[in-house]
């Protein structure tokens, strides 16, 4: 630009300007957006805590919490340090595990920060600092991939050096063959912006691209190998399978229809903020069910609720359990979770009413993405989970998955990964 300057051609150093402050913006908006889709999951992230000091509350931020602590977890907060629970906790751990229904976990059960509390409060007791819990592993996760830089971009930058030392060079010749204007041209032509500024966009805007389809990129040398992959690590919850629970079916005692049995359910569970309580209420809407307003209402976290609707006493889930001897549509083996398949027992005025069934679907798109997969060389699939065995190990023998266009072989291998065992 300033030898444009110096020799009149104003309109070339615009060109070059033009050139480079686009180049800029472009990048800054690339990795703004990119910044932007990575760092959502770091919204979930608890910055202050509810502690107890001398048999009251303060509101504390996380950093001052110490091992010991006793803190009071609120239904919706994010659990905001690892530690232990001291009551009954009913946790949403999706974003953590990736079991798709809330876990109930009863005094002394392990709690991994970063899960969302769905039940009521409970005490927690801090079992290490917030620098060192489950989340801020996450958290350093995501802040080391934002400042990292692919091979191929430390490649161009070095690169770019050489080859501006050696523009200079022949910029040089060109004004000793005695037009300076050729030096100019010289420089101008092989302005190195594009080489400089063109890896690290494109690295950018694919992990920005990823990330807004649901994926986090480690960083620039993990998509650069993708080319490289022959074998393919899918997680279930919410990837493979649509990562909330929908009703696969209702089981029904004598006198009871099925819109019966979810619709004294739904109509209970207004009263209630349990993630499968919005999954009937969700269902029976869907069918156009009228719910009544429920009344006497008690519910215990992780336990079932209990109401009035309609004048009638309705029980869901495990309030159900010692009533069970009074007959119904099934047997206690039969509620259990099997296949995938949680039950949501309901019985009215004391008598079994009826049997949900709640189960995370495959999402519609499963056996065309394991095609497409194929198609670009993924040689194997594995399904990997933080569920439960025999939930991740239905998913992964699904016919979605076993007749699929190569079908007539395995498709898929089930690997259950907790916190410490997920590979590498």
């Known amino acids: 630009m300033s030898a444009a300057l110096v020799f009149g051609e104003s309109l070339a150093g615009n060109v070059v300007a033009l050139m480079y402050a686009g180049g800029q913006l472009l990048e800054s908006f690339a990795e703004g957006r990119a910044r932007r889709e990575m760092t959502a999951l770091l919204g979930r ?40 629970v001291d009551g009954v906790a009913v946790l949403d751990l999706s974003a953590l595990t990736g079991e798709s229904i809330p876990k109930s976990l009863s005094r002394g059960g392990e709690v991994m920060s970063g899960s969302t509390l769905v039940g009521a409060a409970f005490d927690l007791i801090a079992s290490r600092p917030a620098a060192e819990s489950t989340y801020a592993g996450i958290v350093r996760l995501v802040e080391a991939a934002q400042a990292s830089k692919a091979p191929m971009a430390r490649l161009a930058d070095r ?19 005695g037009d300076p204007i050729r030096a100019l041209a010289v420089l101008v032509v092989a ?9 690290p966009v494109a690295i950018i805007s694919g992990i920005s691209r990823t990330a807004k389809s649901g994926a986090l990129v480690k960083d620039g040398a993990a998509l650069e190998a993708l080319a490289h992959v022959r074998t393919a690590i899918l997680d279930k919850t919410g990837t493979v399978t649509q990562g909330r629970p929908t009703i696969s079916g209702i089981r029904t005692g004598e006198g009871f229809t099925e819109h019966d049995v979810l619709a004294l359910a ?80 309901v019985a009215v005025d004391g008598f079994v009413a009826g049997v949900i069934l709640l189960q995370d679907q495959l999402r519609v798109d499963a056996r065309t993405t394991l095609d497409a997969l194929r198609a670009a060389g993924i040689e194997r699939i594995v399904l990997a989970s933080g569920d439960m065995d025999h939930i991740a190990q239905a998913a992964g023998q699904s016919p979605t998955w076993m007749n699929s266009a190569t079908g007539r072989r395995k498709v898929a291998d089930v690997a259950k990964s907790r916190k410490r065992d997920v590979p590498s």
């Open 191 to 199: 302005t190195p912006c594009p080489l400089i500024l063109a890896v």
């Open 159 to 177: 690169y770019a050096m050489w080859f501006l030392a050696l523009t200079v060079s022949l910029a040089g010749a060109a004004w000793l063959s």
């Open 45 to 84: 992230v608890a910055f202050t805590a509810m502690r107890y000091r001398d048999h009251t509350l303060e509101e504390v931020p996380i950093a001052t919490i110490r091992q010991g602590d006793r803190l009071l977890v609120r239904q919706g907060d994010v659990v905001p340090v690892d530690g232990h």
């Open 266 to 345: 739904a109509s209970l569970d207004q009263a209630s903020a349990h993630v499968m309580a919005t999954s009937l209420i969700q269902a029976a809407t869907d069918s156009g069910l009228t719910l009544l307003p429920p009344s006497n209402i008690a519910e215990l976290p992780g336990k079932g609720i209990e109401g009035t609707v309609g004048g009638r006493r309705v029980s869901r889930q495990a309030y159900l359990r010692p009533q069970r001897s009074t007959g119904g549509p099934c047997t206690l083996e039969e509620l259990d979770d099997h296949d995938g398949v949680q039950s949501v027992a």
